[in-house]
């Protein structure tokens, strides 16, 4: 992918989507509070499926919430220019999501109470995603062809920066009584399960009648129809709707259908490479 971007102690910006400012304020200012609930994701790795979840869970299962307000509005991205006031406004307990990487999150988290929800996905979806999303947000330039998408990726020209970054960073916290991690495949599988356990780790109870109304919501059939949720609501001149739509398939393996051989085998060689320091076995390296 390419766009107009800055770095920031690493990681790479959207120029129209982030300032340093705001960033400087989410590492430095940002006042994190015991109750705040952090949804965080790299880009294309379930961040708007957890969103819709936490909420739901957040509601006891009643939809009328996330049925009637945007997700950008109830879960904004805190990082973003448009998205940090919004976050300092949420109603307690606050579920605030971001791509933020580990090493510039905010300080006051580390003092506080408050708890992550890590999402991660294959990194071969995320790719494909990433390729798809990059056809329709017009902030991004066209991408030349999947070849140069691999290639950006590895090169972590991506917002955000290294997707091995991101996930060997966050990572540190693995263990900890206020960090959860899951991947994309886990709530595909087994999305029940899933929900029970994010509960579980929220110290939320729910009866089986609300944790039945959690998974009926946040099912990607439902969600897709959902206009606070699809970001049909998003402007044209943001999203080029003509040219896809933003929930697309919902599902994992597509990348089969996009790596040759020799791409998913030299993929595999330098994934192992850039993650051989981490004694973590993801649910994608199972199956």
Aim: aromatic share 16%; with cysteine.
């Amino acid at each position: 992918m390419s766009f107009d971007n800055f770095t920031y102690k690493g990681a790479t910006f959207c120029v129209s989507v982030h300032s340093e400012e705001i960033l400087k304020k989410v590492e430095d200012e940002f006042q994190v509070l015991d109750d705040d609930i952090f949804n965080i994701t790299y880009p294309k790795s379930g961040t708007h499926w957890m969103s819709e979840i936490l909420n739901l869970i957040k509601q006891n299962g009643d939809p009328t919430f996330v049925n009637s307000v945007p997700m950008w509005s109830r879960s904004p991205w805190y990082e973003t220019i448009a998205g940090y006031d919004e976050a300092e406004k949420l109603t307690s307990p606050r579920i605030i999501s971001s791509h933020i990487p580990y090493h510039i999150f905010s300080k006051s988290f580390f003092k506080s109470k408050a708890k992550v929800v890590y999402t991660m996905r294959n990194p071969k979806d995320v790719i494909v995603s990433m390729f798809y999303f990059s056809k329709i947000l017009k902030l991004f330039k066209e991408p030349e062809s999947f070849e140069a998408e691999l290639e950006n990726f590895f090169q972590s020209n991506g917002m955000y920066g290294s997707w091995f970054d991101h996930v060997k960073g966050w990572m540190q916290m693995a263990g900890k009584d206020n960090f959860f991690y899951i991947t994309y495949e886990e709530l595909q599988q087994d999305l029940r399960g899933s929900v029970v356990r994010i509960c579980k780790f929220l110290g939320k109870e729910l009866n089986d009648e609300e944790i039945d109304s959690v998974v009926k919501y946040s099912s990607f059939k439902v969600m897709k129809e959902n206009k606070m949720s699809n970001f049909t609501q998003i402007p044209d001149d943001v999203l080029d709707k003509s040219r896809g739509t933003f929930m697309r398939k919902g599902v994992s393996g597509d990348w089969k259908n996009h790596f040759t051989v020799a791409q998913s085998e030299k993929f595999d060689k330098d994934y192992q490479e850039n993650m051989k320091d981490l004694n973590i076995k993801f649910f994608w390296q199972e199956t």
